[in-house]
């Protein structure tokens, strides 16, 4: 489910229990996959569609959030440069480009966008962004002043890079990165070594792959008088943080806590009752930045008690519960595989919220 059907179901269940209680439906992300639907649909905005390129070079037709109140465009980079778009036998961390990516801003430069806010993560590439800079305008050059090929193998190449053409609103418009990743560009934390691997690199690919990003780093850094490699965030989606942080002027921040400030939670919580939130497996690292867990923050600051609610829930889930969550609770009804527990989790989110519903008001004297 995405979180505007999550949020459906769950105010179905509570509206067949009681038809009067009012339902505030606030559709949350991370900054994953989900961003971009979830502020389209809370700040009332709409879906931009725009001609790009996949990771793998290929022409498709990306879409984009923009609210035109604020002129905020928000981009998730999985969009245009998504692992997902790639079959696992296609993934090559060595040629895969983010090139999409500045598609995608550029068209929503043209459309008037002044403020950005771009979802990190999910992407096929380790080429540090600069495939992304290439569409904005960038020329990374070799030793010959021929531009080098796309993704990290064109790196390895990479002796100058001309920033003369490079789109001049970047200086203009605020860009704002929602990512929980905080690894540097480089090293043993670094993009290649902790995300390399589910891109289709092998271990024998690691060192090779951080050398052509510390190649980057050292030409890009000079070109942008900026140091970048060790920002924390600069190794998230391939390096696509640290092509930020040296073109523009953006800030990194906690996903759910840019999504929950971007779409008013706490104002829109106030006054509430209960607060009911979720995802598909809650555990230990739901603490970690995720979305039910920032929910269950911003419900606890305004003394709002909140129910999580999960298709798998482990032995740590139960931990959560505290001053913030007063329960967890599963929504399958009887044991079942994963696809079927897929098909049907919409019903049981609806049944879970429903049962949970007839406690609350039975426990606290509503009609």
């Given at each position: 489910?995405?979180?505007?059907?999550a949020a459906e179901?769950?105010a179905r269940g509570?509206?067949?229990v009681?038809p009067s209680?009012?339902?505030e439906?606030?559709p949350m992300a991370?900054?994953?996959?989900?961003?971009?639907?979830?502020?389209?649909?809370?700040?009332?905005?709409?879906w931009?569609?725009?001609?790009c390129?996949?990771a793998?070079?290929?022409?498709?037709?990306?879409?984009?959030?923009?609210v035109?109140?604020?002129?905020l465009?928000?981009?998730?980079?999985a969009e245009?440069?998504?692992l997902?778009?790639i079959?696992?036998?296609?993934?090559?961390?060595?040629?895969?480009?983010?090139?999409?990516?500045g598609e995608?801003i550029?068209?929503?430069?043209?459309h008037g966008?002044i403020?950005?806010?771009?979802g990190?993560?999910?992407?096929?590439?380790?080429?540090?962004?600069?495939?992304?800079?290439?569409?904005?305008g960038?020329?990374?050059?070799?030793a010959n002043?021929?531009?080098?090929a796309?993704?990290?193998?064109?790196?390895?190449?990479?002796?100058?890079?001309?920033?003369g053409?490079?789109d001049?609103?970047?200086?203009?418009?605020?860009?704002?990165?929602?990512?929980?990743?905080?690894n540097p560009?480089?090293?043993?934390?670094?993009?290649?070594a902790?995300?390399?691997l589910?891109k289709g690199?092998s271990?024998?690919?690691v060192?090779?792959?951080?050398?052509?990003?510390e190649?980057?780093?050292?030409?890009?850094?000079?070109?942008?008088?900026?140091?970048?490699r060790?920002i924390?965030?600069?190794?998230?989606?391939?390096?696509?943080?640290?092509?930020?942080?040296a073109?523009?002027?953006?800030?990194?921040?906690?996903g759910?806590?840019?999504?929950?400030d971007?779409?008013g939670l706490?104002?829109?919580?106030?006054?509430?009752?209960?607060?009911?939130?979720?995802?598909?497996?809650?555990d230990?690292q739901?603490a970690?930045g995720k979305?039910p867990?920032?929910?269950?923050?911003?419900?606890?600051?305004?003394?709002?008690p909140?129910?999580?609610?999960?298709?798998?829930i482990?032995?740590g889930?139960?931990?959560l519960?505290?001053?913030?969550v007063?329960?967890?609770?599963?929504?399958?009804?009887?044991?079942?595989?994963l696809?079927?527990a897929?098909r049907?989790g919409?019903?049981?989110?609806?049944?879970?919220?429903?049962?949970?519903t007839r406690?609350l008001?039975a426990r606290?004297g509503?009609p």
């Amino acid at each position: 489910m995405t979180s505007v059907e999550a949020a459906e179901a769950m105010a179905r269940g509570i509206k067949g229990v009681d038809p009067s209680i009012v339902c505030e439906l606030v559709p949350m992300a991370d900054g994953g996959e989900g961003t971009t639907e979830a502020l389209v649909t809370a700040l009332q905005g709409e879906w931009v569609e725009a001609d790009c390129h996949d990771a793998l070079d290929r022409p498709i037709t990306g879409r984009y959030g923009f609210v035109p109140v604020s002129r905020l465009a928000v981009i998730e980079v999985a969009e245009a440069a998504g692992l997902a778009q790639i079959t696992p036998g296609d993934r090559d961390p060595w040629v895969a480009t983010s090139r999409g990516v500045g598609e995608l801003i550029l068209s929503a430069l043209d459309h008037g966008a002044i403020e950005f806010i771009i979802g990190l993560g999910g992407t096929a590439t380790n080429d540090a962004g600069a495939g992304m800079l290439t569409a904005l305008g960038a020329h990374f050059l070799d030793a010959n002043g021929i531009a080098v090929a796309d993704g990290a193998r064109g790196l390895t190449s990479l002796v100058s890079a001309d920033l003369g053409s490079l789109d001049n609103r970047l200086r203009t418009v605020k860009f704002r990165l929602a990512s929980d990743v905080t690894n540097p560009l480089l090293g043993d934390r670094g993009a290649s070594a902790i995300y390399g691997l589910q891109k289709g690199a092998s271990p024998q690919d690691v060192p090779g792959l951080d050398a052509a990003l510390e190649r980057w780093a050292d030409i890009a850094e000079a070109a942008f008088d900026r140091h970048v490699r060790d920002i924390p965030g600069a190794g998230s989606a391939g390096g696509l943080g640290a092509a930020f942080a040296a073109a523009t002027h953006a800030s990194l921040e906690s996903g759910v806590e840019l999504v929950r400030d971007a779409v008013g939670l706490r104002q829109r919580i106030a006054g509430a009752d209960w607060v009911f939130s979720g995802e598909g497996g809650i555990d230990r690292q739901t603490a970690s930045g995720k979305t039910p867990w920032g929910v269950a923050q911003a419900a606890k600051a305004e003394g709002v008690p909140a129910i999580l609610f999960g298709g798998r829930i482990s032995d740590g889930a139960y931990e959560l519960i505290g001053d913030a969550v007063v329960a967890v609770v599963p929504i399958l009804r009887q044991a079942t595989d994963l696809p079927s527990a897929l098909r049907d989790g919409s019903v049981n989110l609806e049944r879970a919220a429903a049962t949970v519903t007839r406690l609350l008001t039975a426990r606290i004297g509503c009609p």
